[in-house]
Nanobody, 121 residues
Framework: QVRLVESGGGLVQPGGSLKLSCTTS????????IGWFRQAPGKEREGVSC????????YYTDSVKGRFTISRDNAHNTVFLQMSSPNPEDTAVYYC??????????????WGKGTLVFVSP
């Protein structure tokens, strides 16, 4: 059974840091692209970052470039999203997903249930 479980969310102050984890099971992690998506209240889901399976190329949406870092630990079946200098606009439920490529949600096949990140003083 394929599972993706996000953890590490919570309350963080602007300018602080938070590290999200996506722990996977039921499939071989290094054969899948893993993406992080988020959905803020009243807004549509958006892609945040993605790491490919073939060459570990990474992708970021413009608003998080230079602040967020995605990485993967295939040995431990986990993908991370390091959030640095978050701001209130980063408040959202963050989801990880596994798919065939980093071309958006349509390429994602499996999804986690999300973890809430709340950025506030």
């Amino acid at each position: 059974q394929v599972r993706l479980v996000e953890s590490g969310g919570g309350l963080v102050q602007p300018g602080g840091s938070l590290k999200l984890s996506c722990t996977t099971s039921g499939f071989i992690l290094d054969s899948w692209a893993i993406g992080w998506f988020r959905q803020a209240p009243g807004k549509e889901r958006e892609g945040v970052s993605c790491i490919s399976y073939s060459d570990s190329a990474t992708y970021y949406t413009d608003s998080v470039k230079g602040r967020f870092t995605i990485s993967r630990d295939n040995a431990h079946n986990t993908v991370f999203l390091q959030m640095s200098s978050p701001n209130p606009e980063d408040t959202a439920v963050y989801y990880c997903a596994a798919g065939t490529g980093c071309s958006g949600p349509s390429t994602m096949k499996y999804w986690g249930k999300g973890t809430l990140v709340f950025v506030s003083p």
